[in-house]
């Protein structure tokens, strides 16, 4: 099963684009030609701003966040060098749980390296494994630093399950 968008994407009919998600792409789409650098991802249920590569960001990043709030229908969702307005309001921890109640599922195991994952690190419980890849504060019970110290993890923890 694919669930994409934070969790908005689960597989389901998405219905129709919202007269709010159409005014935020025109937003991100403006940014974007006004910062050099940035670049616009256009999914489904949501609008992107990445400015990781932009040499000067700030400003319009602290624009967008402004205009953001003044979009009635729209959440501001904050990445890591991202900004992505959606008009769903569902989150990567209200689609985990979902998932973990549809599969019937008694433990989980869920990998992560944004600040979106926090929110699916929060729904775990003391049976589940959440790994954060990565620097910095986490809710994630193991944090490791790089995507090759994550596949040593796991690695281990296979090994470690097998050996049972």
């Known amino acids: 099963m694919l669930i994409g968008e934070h969790g908005?994407?689960?597989?389901?009919?998405?219905?129709?684009?919202?007269?709010a998600l159409a005014r935020a792409r025109v937003l991100?789409?403006?940014a974007v030609s006004a910062t050099p650098g940035a670049r616009v991802e256009h999914k489904s249920r949501a609008v992107g701003f990445h400015y990781r590569t932009a040499p000067e960001p700030e400003?319009?990043?602290?624009?967008?966040?402004r205009e953001a709030r003044d979009l009635e229908g729209i959440k501001?969702?904050?990445g890591k060098a991202i900004l992505?307005?959606?008009d769903s309001w569902v989150d990567k921890?209200?689609?985990?749980?979902?998932?973990?109640?549809?599969?019937?599922?008694?433990?989980?195991?869920?990998?992560?390296?944004?600040?979106?994952?926090?929110?699916a690190f929060a729904v775990l419980?003391?049976?589940d494994v959440g790994i954060h890849v990565g620097i910095g504060p986490t809710l994630a019970q193991v944090t490791v630093p790089t995507p090759s110290a994550l596949a040593d993890?796991?690695?281990?923890?296979?090994a470690a399950r097998a050996a049972r």
Not at 59 to 65: C, D, F, G, P, T
Request: hydrophobic share 45%; no cysteine.
């Open 84 to 86: 992505e307005l959606t």
């Open 28 to 30: 991100i789409d403006a």
């Open 8 to 19: 908005a994407d689960h597989g389901l009919p998405l219905g129709p684009e919202t007269p």
């Open 59 to 65: 400003a319009m990043v602290e624009n967008l966040r």
């Open 153 to 158: 993890f796991l690695e281990a923890l296979f």
């Open 125 to 127: 419980g003391a049976d």
């Open 76 to 78: 501001l969702v904050e």
């Open 93 to 119: 921890g209200a689609a985990l749980a979902e998932l973990r109640r549809s599969l019937g599922a008694d433990q989980v195991l869920f990998m992560g390296d944004d600040l979106t994952d926090e929110t």
